[in-house]
């Protein structure tokens, strides 16, 4: 079968790999017919997510066809369409029974202290190989596949098998009330879904925070009040919007890949030497292995940068939700003001299987359309240049889906 292989940082192929097969008597193989490409994979071939194993193949968003199943699979068939939650959990540990599969102590054959299963993942993670590829082999299918409504289409489902549950659980872990400001740090696809959860609480009151003149648009015309940190300091700028008081929630949709400022006034402030040297050293200790090819698999040079503006602007009291992926080998976080100001801080992989449901309900009933967030849906055989594509930041790049096995190609 054709997949995308992980062969080094700044490394990827498709190549011709050999097909999975059953090994569990749990397990199903998923004919993909649409995958898709997430800055979650983009922290792996950047190497600012270490420790990724040669050969892996890549993705963790994908809906299919159940192709293939293990001896005792009960809820499945050779024929169901499925969508295919991006984290794994056994579905009977005393975690997955409070619906925290991410936390699940039966997935990872590395231990149930090794962390969070998700497919296309780091030695960490399990290895699972991923879902761009045109099979993928699913353990524990019973606790994890959903299968997807004959009212509804592949591409109409292919944001539920991650980033709308993530961005459903990061609203969800700000706790929102009517009267909330929120600010949306990072308009990428999960910051797009944040914004247009946010809308489904009715809210109103929504900040969103950028530097991509195409993302910024995006959300602008979702509804929310735009900030380009390039342009004015965004702690000052969401201050002057909240009379002083920053806004009551915060949400990180960016992650171990953020980017200072490069332009406009706020570049003074990170000509600060002690600040640099931070972000030097925080890049250096995340991303100790680089592999950077003509503007491609570019490490972010703040990591730290969202979660120092999070805890500078959001009010005393508030809540920071955060959504955006850190590593261990980031160990700079500002403690002691977050603790000054009695802040709340949620974080954590996505349970995606709790949630799926729900926004299956949300599909149907026309409350969400994925239409408005694609803006490139190609073929599979694409996916090399798609993610060069993407890794830039390029105008209109913001969320890329592919086809293949016959998927849809309307």
């Not at 299968?147 to 289409?153: A, C, M, R, S």
């Not at 806004?247 to 980017?259: F, N, S, Y």
């Not at 990170?270 to 292995?289: C, I, M």
Request: glycine share 10%.
């Amino acid at each position: 079968m054709k997949a995308l292989v992980f062969r080094g940082i700044g490394n990827i192929s498709l190549e011709e790999v050999k097909d999975p097969v059953i090994q569990d008597e749990k397990d199903v193989i998923v004919k993909i017919t649409v995958s898709a490409i997430c800055g979650t994979d983009l922290h792996l071939i950047r190497g600012t997510v270490q420790n990724m194993k040669t050969d892996t193949i890549l993705g963790h968003e994908g809906v299919g066809i159940v192709e293939e199943v293990g001896s005792n699979v009960q809820k499945f068939k050779v024929g169901d369409r499925v969508i295919i939650p991006s984290t794994i959990g056994c579905g009977h540990c005393k975690y997955c029974k409070q619906e925290i599969y991410s936390q699940c102590d039966n997935a990872n054959p590395n231990g149930k202290e090794a962390g969070t299963v998700y497919f296309g993942g780091p030695k960490e993670s399990g290895p699972l190989n991923g879902m761009q590829a045109e099979k993928v082999l699913v353990p524990f299918a019973d606790a994890n596949l959903i299968k997807i409504p004959n009212d509804i289409t592949d591409e109409q489902v292919i944001l539920l098998s991650d980033i709308l549950p993530t961005a459903y659980m990061a609203v969800e872990n700000a706790d929102i009330q009517p009267d909330d400001t929120v600010a949306v740090f990072g308009c990428g696809p999960v910051g797009q879904l944040v914004i247009e959860c946010l809308k489904k609480y009715k809210h109103k009151k929504i900040f969103a925070i950028d530097r991509i003149k195409c993302r910024l648009e995006m959300a602008q015309k979702n509804g929310a009040t735009i900030i380009n940190f390039d342009e004015v300091d965004p702690v000052k700028e969401l201050k002057n919007l909240t009379n002083g008081d920053g806004p009551t929630k915060v949400i990180d949709a960016v992650g171990i890949d953020a980017q200072q400022p490069q332009h406009g006034g706020i570049i003074n402030y990170f000509k600060n030497y002690s600040l640099k040297k931070q972000f030097s050293q925080e890049v250096a200790d995340v991303a100790p292995h680089r592999n950077e090819d003509y503007g491609n698999w570019v490490p972010g040079d703040g990591p730290s940068q969202v979660l120092q503006w999070a805890v500078d602007v959001v009010s005393k009291n508030g809540i920071i939700s955060i959504i955006g992926v850190y590593v261990p080998a980031l160990r700079f976080f500002p403690i002691g003001k977050a603790m000054g100001k009695n802040l709340t801080i949620r974080m954590g992989d996505c349970n995606h299987h709790k949630y799926i449901p729900k926004l299956i309900q949300w599909v149907q009933s026309g409350e969400f359309d994925s239409k408005k967030f694609v803006t490139q849906k190609l073929p599979f055989e694409m996916i090399v240049d798609a993610y060069k594509h993407f890794d830039k930041r390029e105008d209109k790049w913001i969320k890329v889906i592919l086809t293949l096995n016959g998927g849809e190609n309307d």
